[in-house]
């Protein structure tokens, strides 16, 4: 049986799917399921359009690995059918291991569980189902397979994810500092020494897409209102958590309670995938009417828009500063110093442009010289770049 089918997607236009194992990952239930989760958690209530899925994502990210792999096989580059449909599944379950509000809940539902693991869990389960169909996409996906540079292209500092990840969000954000020349820094991909690189024409494109992630983690991702939205949440899920309250889905109790902690793989992944963000958010509605003043506030405030106020600086927020914060939260709503720490809070947030201590970016020369994109002269990516940029934050009530 032949397999054609094309999905509009709002950024590329249409997306083509041809291959019968491409159709089945993409029809799985646990692919499936990422229509019920946020590419972008809670940044709707700062940027309306920010409902896009990570379904929508993955959609994306499988359409730029199609595009990358017919750029590199045109210049002469082996890469067999089988490695290309494996680097295109792998791609397209590389988030599927994300549970509800995506990095929000990382690791508060599950502590010290990555969504990276739970990805590699799902894809091996998937591959049991399938026959061994997608041994070669798990080994691309965790860098067991000889051809580095497919693995480069899942994640990696020019990965095909952050390419889509910076062009969908600028687009249902409305954000424009995040668009990026994605079309041509896919024709500027090379390989050497069996690693992606860059070739020499797509430095300005590169420097681009480094400002441009830049940007967009200020700008969007790590906007005040959404991180004190997103830290509302977490403190939703402790607060629920300290009074052993029940949410409508049996599922999400699973992990409230830790249960998950008691049983085997099978009971974990099962209930795993029986959760999404209509779970976490109606168990929100149900909880805006619990007694406890607390928990009921915080899902006021997240179901209404009626968040905390959250304040930036330069420097950590001074102890005495958050203490006497405390102190007036806790006599202004008659409660103790420990449960107003649910509604005023310090934390610290960072980002940087271009990290070196991560796999670097390389730029492949016309003389077959290859210099980091940091050492390229006048460059705009340059040591000045290289550091931390650091914020502390404070949130209460206004």
Not at 11 to 22: A, K, P, Q, R
Not at 33 to 47: C, D, G, K, N, T
Request: glycine share 6%; charged share 25%; with cysteine.
């Amino acid at each position: 049986m032949s397999y054609r089918k094309i999905i509009n997607d709002p950024v590329y236009g249409f997306i083509t799917i041809d291959n019968e194992l491409i159709y089945k990952i993409i029809s799985h239930t646990y692919y499936q399921r990422l229509r019920r989760i946020h590419q972008m958690a809670l940044a709707e209530l700062v940027y309306p359009g920010a409902v896009h899925s990570r379904l929508h994502h993955s959609m994306g990210a499988y359409h730029l690995m199609c595009n990358a792999i017919a750029e590199l096989r045109n210049k002469g580059f082996a890469i067999s059918e089988e490695e290309s449909i494996a680097a295109k599944a792998a791609i397209l379950l590389h988030d599927i291991g994300h549970g509800p509000y995506s990095h929000a809940l990382e690791h508060i539902l599950m502590e010290n569980v990555t969504h990276e693991d739970i990805s590699l869990l799902l894809m091996q389960r998937m591959n049991d189902e399938m026959d061994g169909q997608l041994k070669m996409a798990i080994d691309i996906f965790t860098d067991e397979y000889p051809k580095k540079f497919l693995h480069q292209l899942v994640s990696g500092q020019l990965d095909v994810d952050r390419m889509d990840y910076l062009m969908r969000d600028s687009f249902f954000t409305g954000v424009n500092e995040g668009v990026i020349g994605y079309d041509r820094i896919l024709k500027m991909m090379t390989i050497s020494n069996d690693e992606l690189m860059i070739e020499e024409k797509g430095i300005y494109s590169i420097e681009k897409f480094l400002v441009a992630r830049r940007l967009m983690y200020w700008q969007v991702y790590l906007h005040k209102t959404v991180l004190c939205a997103e830290k509302m949440l977490v403190n939703i899920i402790r607060r629920a958590r300290e009074l052993k309250a029940k949410a409508p889905s049996g599922s999400l109790n699973f992990f409230l309670n830790y249960e998950f902690k008691e049983h085997g793989l099978d009971k974990f992944l099962s209930e795993f995938c029986n959760i999404d963000d209509y779970d976490v958010l109606s168990t929100i509605k149900h909880w805006v009417k619990h007694p406890d003043k607390i928990l009921s506030m915080l899902c006021k405030g997240i179901i209404n828009r009626d968040l905390l106020k959250v304040k930036y600086f330069s420097r950590p927020i001074p102890e005495a500063f958050l203490d006497k914060k405390l102190e007036e939260v806790g006599l202004q709503l008659n409660i103790s110093k420990n449960n107003a720490s649910y509604l005023v809070f310090s934390g610290e947030t960072e980002n940087r442009t271009y990290n070196t201590q991560d796999e670097h970016i390389h730029i492949l020369f016309k003389d077959g010289s290859i210099k980091d994109i940091s050492q390229v002269d006048n460059a705009l990516i340059n040591q000045t770049l290289f550091g931390t940029v650091k914020k502390f934050y404070i949130c209460y009530p206004g």
